[in-house]
């Protein structure tokens, strides 16, 4: 018997079919991720670790399996960088990114850089304030710098980490004042800015407002500036420090989501949009007003060419600061 060609064609392709299906393969590998639970590594407490969990349950809704944020803190995000940055480049361990993973290895906390991680997207941004107890008498910065020069003691600063954002942030902030001998830094451990400020162990500390709002409404303690260039939404009536002395000065923090260097374009694209939908949607939104951070998304290419931006400037004002090793 002879066969035509199309009835060869359409046996070799039934053929093909049922061995792809006797072999389960009926999809590419991208296709189905994720297949188990997604871990966020979150690097630090208070306002990072708000934030990510809220993103984390919103994502949840956007793939089949949940997004679960695990809070790996130290080394001024060292030591959650160093865990992601060891896991295999499949998307399930991914780490919320900040600023943060220049200063560590800029101050020598760890070996690799940013280029260990493959940008997923940036999701919003923070502008550090600096608060004092309202008891102090410091009304305003002036007044603070005023009083510190008049001082024979320094002025204790309370940070997250030795070579954490907040470090840094600080550093730039009294150097600009002219005051940055007069300074001595007090990582917090596992206490919060305003409990370290109340217990006096801290005369001043530069953190998120999120923290200091409610214990300036209740009267406890006083900001004095926002280290942004432009007031934010959450203070109208607190001046930046630019505006309040500190000539020049624009330092603001973005937060946002990266993998383990040569995680596969589909895998970070299904992440990415995920993301995406989590920050646009009403929840985070209303949480930005509440929380004080403001959702600034970005895709995951134009995020990696911040990342390289943001890390040279780092780089040079660690440098002029004596921070870099």
């Known amino acids: 018997m002879v066969y035509s060609t199309k009835t060869i064609r359409n046996v070799m392709l039934a053929t093909g079919v049922a061995l792809a299906l006797s072999l389960g393969v009926t999809q590419p590998a991208a296709a189905e991720f994720p297949e188990k639970p997604v871990e966020m590594t979150v690097l630090f407490g208070g306002t990072a670790q708000t934030i990510s969990q809220l993103l984390a349950d919103l994502m949840s809704r956007n793939l089949p399996q949940p997004v679960v944020a695990v809070s790996r803190t130290g080394g001024g995000g060292a030591v959650g960088y160093a865990h992601v940055q060891s896991t295999a480049a499949d998307g399930y361990n991914i780490v919320w990114n900040s600023n943060s993973v220049s200063t560590a290895h800029h101050k020598g906390n760890m070996p690799f850089n940013y280029e260990a991680f493959t940008p997923i997207a940036r999701i919003s941004i923070e502008v550090p304030a600096l608060s004092v107890r309202a008891d102090s008498g410091w009304s305003n910065l002036a007044d603070m710098v005023e009083a510190v020069k008049a001082s024979d003691k320094k002025l204790k600063v309370g940070i997250s980490g030795n070579g954490s954002f907040t470090h840094l942030t600080s550093a730039a902030l009294f150097d600009n004042l002219g005051i940055a001998d007069k300074v001595t830094y007090v990582p917090y451990g596992k206490g919060k800015a305003p409990i370290e400020l109340l217990a006096k162990r801290v005369d001043a500390a530069v953190q998120w407002p999120g923290q200091f709002i409610s214990h300036q409404k209740s009267g406890e303690l006083n900001i004095l500036c926002v280290t942004s260039e432009q007031r934010i939404a959450l203070l109208p009536n607190t001046p930046s420090c630019d505006e309040a002395g500190a000539s020049g000065l624009d330092i603001t923090m973005w937060r ?70």
């Open 256 to 325: 946002g989501l990266a993998a383990p260097k040569g995680t596969p374009a589909a895998i970070v694209e299904k992440l990415q949009n995920a993301a995406k939908a989590a920050a646009e949607s009403g929840e985070f939104q209303e949480a930005s007003k509440n929380i004080g951070f403001t959702i600034a998304y970005l895709p995951a290419g134009e995020f990696g060419k911040l990342i390289v931006s943001d890390d040279a400037k780092i780089s040079s004002l660690m440098s002029e600061l004596g921070l870099k090793k």
